[in-house]
């Protein structure tokens, strides 16, 4: 069973260390030069975990006035982050934009139902 955790929740605070730990394994790959403090203070931030265990992060940003995402996950839970990035496209009504930084980010947009705008530019609406 899939569960998310925002850093407000208390549970949350078990788990940071852990999920810093990744993000900063991932940063240079998802080109962020944000800090995760900077990123779960300044972002709309969701981790999600299966049955227990950590699997990934998704965070939205606002951009020129347009909603974006980045994520990051462990790999081998190819299937359960997919299915966490759809559940996440359904908690907003207005245009969801990501820069695919790779193909496997690339593909894993189109799964879930974004289409390219150009380049690296992917929207989901």
Known sequence: MITVLIPADSEFEKYKAQ????YVKC?????DSNSFEFIIKNTLFYSFFLDGVFIGAIYYFKENDK???NAFA???NHQANLECLQLSTTWF???IYAEAQNRASALCLLRCGFKRVEGKLFCYE
């Open 93 to 95: 009504k207005k245009p």
């Open 19 to 22: 999920i810093k730990e990744i």
């Open 74 to 76: 462990l790999p081998k």
């Open 27 to 31: 940063q240079e790959k998802i080109c």
């Open 67 to 69: 909603l974006f995402l």
